[in-house]
């Protein structure tokens, strides 16, 4: 999954050694969901390309067509499933440090008032959590993660994000073709994300998600100790 990955049944023997398991349960339902969520990630991002290599399996195929349009709606369709999985796991991951690195220093915060820049800002208080700090915040501060939170949240509270498919040919690189979904340019709370080929955010953003979670869990492991 990840270049690294996280010893996720360490950090359950840690939590048992040094926080009074009182919260054990709930603390398994977040590991639980970081695994599950991943699962689901990994499927959606697959559906998205198994459809247009089902497309495309004829020997000949029309763009536009009602074929094509229903590739591109199952295929963004998808990718709106994976975008909101990957958003929620800054939250998971907030839950996680609050019930474990929080509660060691008796400042955890309800269930309910988790959110993952709050959690970041009270963990920045602590000194003995300063590489969980910075790991945490180079997450939320990425260019993968900063794109999948204004996607979702435009997609949430304002519109759907405008799609076109592409063709770019690049000269610099011995006409080197390029084609698929895009989902266009959009600006969100004044920040301007340009337009992002679909398999960026299967494959590229998706992956590097992927490591950021392990980077954290592995400081997490180790504030721990």
């Not at 600006?187 to 679909?198: D, I, M």
């Amino acid at each position: 999954m990840c270049k690294v990955n996280w010893n996720i049944e360490e950090l359950r023997k840690l939590y048992r050694a040094k926080v009074v398991p009182k919260n054990e349960l709930l603390l398994e339902e977040f590991l639980s969901s970081i695994g599950q969520k991943i699962e689901r990630a990994n499927y959606h991002a697959q559906k998205a390309k198994e459809v247009w290599k089902d497309f495309f399996k004829p020997s000949k195929v029309i763009i536009p067509s009602p074929q094509f349009d229903s590739a591109t709606n199952i295929s963004v369709a998808e990718i709106e499933a994976l975008v909101n999985i990957l958003n929620s796991m800054a939250d998971i991951l907030a839950q996680v440090i609050n019930a474990t690195l929080l509660e060691l220093v008796n400042q955890s915060v309800p269930e309910d008032m988790v959110f993952a820049y709050k959690i970041l800002d009270k963990l920045s208080k602590f000194p003995q959590y300063q590489d969980v700090t910075k790991t945490f915040s180079l997450f939320l501060n990425s260019k993968e993660f900063k794109y999948i939170n204004a996607f979702c949240n435009t997609m949430k509270h304002r519109k759907l994000l405008d799609i076109d498919y592409h063709l770019h040919i690049d000269y610099r690189e011995k006409g080197k073709i390029q084609e698929g979904l895009r989902f266009k340019e959009f600006t969100y709370k004044g920040n301007v994300f340009p337009a992002t080929w679909s398999t960026t955010i299967e494959e590229d953003y998706r992956l590097k998600i992927y490591d950021h979670i392990c980077d954290i869990g592995i400081e997490i492991n180790k504030a721990m100790i």
